[in-house]
């Protein structure tokens, strides 16, 4: 187990140095991407839903830094068009890998992945993107916070399922939001970590729990953050979403001086 230096209560408070990005080790390349399956995670609304991909170049699945992205291409109307879908899946899963999707009106490649077959080729470049953890041998371990709403817990799904398998003594708190209570994805997973790791602290809370038996917390992401997570200049704090959220939680989180703040907005 990679064990943290304790933090001096001094070195605590002062502001953290001008962030300099963690070197991305991976880079993208071509690949043909094979369907292995598909299916709905929040019901009873077929909303959202995992796919599963294994690679026709490849035995096992490409080597990627836990927050980076994948883009897939689809033909429509005799055009190649891509999307980019954050990889939910740990670097070490090597069987497949996953990406959650919530279907959008309108939009062609969230509709079109979700009926997809099985063994459906698909050419795909990845791994993309530069929002990916604070880690060593580069930074050292600090207390990490992650907040999201809806399908913006995807990356951190593959982020703290990589700190569990590094092993890093760290807490690691979960904020998680969504309107309504079937939104809510991944709580399978989350409450098998919550029994597993005493270090995992998962804060649901919904903006819109009206006539569905929700008995947990009300309201929004800030009012967690604000109210629930203690010694913040001591944390490192990610967040994902939809844009709006992420813009007013990064400032509350520079009000509450969280050591560091990394984001990534969806449109």
């Known amino acids: 187990m990679l ?13 953290p140095p001008p962030f300099k ?26 909303e959202t839903y995992l796919i ?26 005799g055009k190649s068009i891509s999307r980019p879908y954050s990889i939910a899946s740990p670097p070490e899963q090597k069987d497949h890998l996953e990406l959650c999707i919530k279907v ?14 099985p063994g459906t080729k698909l050419k795909a470049i990845a791994p993309l993107g530069t929002f990916v953890l604070l880690e060593p041998p580069d930074y050292p371990i600090r207390d990490t916070v992650f907040v999201a709403t ?47 790791h005493p270090n ?6 919904l903006s819109r729990p009206e006539n569905s038996g929700w008995k947990g917390r009300n309201g929004y992401v800030q009012k967690v953050l604000e109210n629930e997570i203690k010694d913040p200049q001591q944390k490192d704090m990610y967040i994902c979403g939809l844009h709006n959220m992420v813009e007013d939680v990064t400032k509350l989180c520079q009000e509450l001086n969280f050591h560091w703040v990394r984001f990534e907005k969806w449109d």
Not at 3 to 15: I, S
Not at 57 to 71: K, L, M, N
Not at 200 to 205: C, G, S
């Open 52 to 77: 599963r991909f294994t690679f026709e170049d490849i035995p096992r699945t490409f080597d990627y830094q836990a927050g980076q992205f994948i883009s897939i291409f689809a033909e429509k109307d």
């Open 150 to 196: 809806g399908t913006g817990v995807a990356p951190f799904i593959g982020m703290i399922g990589h700190i569990w398998a590094m092993d890093y003594d760290i807490d690691v708190h979960l904020v998680f939001g969504c309107r309504y209570k079937h939104d809510l994805i991944y709580m399978d997973v989350l409450e098998k970590w919550e029994r597993e």
């Open 104 to 117: 959008v009106e309108g939009g062609f490649m969230s509709n079109y992945l979700h009926h997809v077959a």
């Open 3 to 15: 064990r943290r230096e304790p933090v001096p209560k001094q070195a605590a408070a002062e502001r």
């Open 21 to 46: 990005a963690p070197p991305i080790r991976f880079r993208g390349s071509r690949h043909t991407a094979v369907v292995k399956e598909v299916f709905d995670i929040a019901k009873p609304y077929p």
């Open 200 to 205: 995992f602290h998962l804060y649901v809370t």
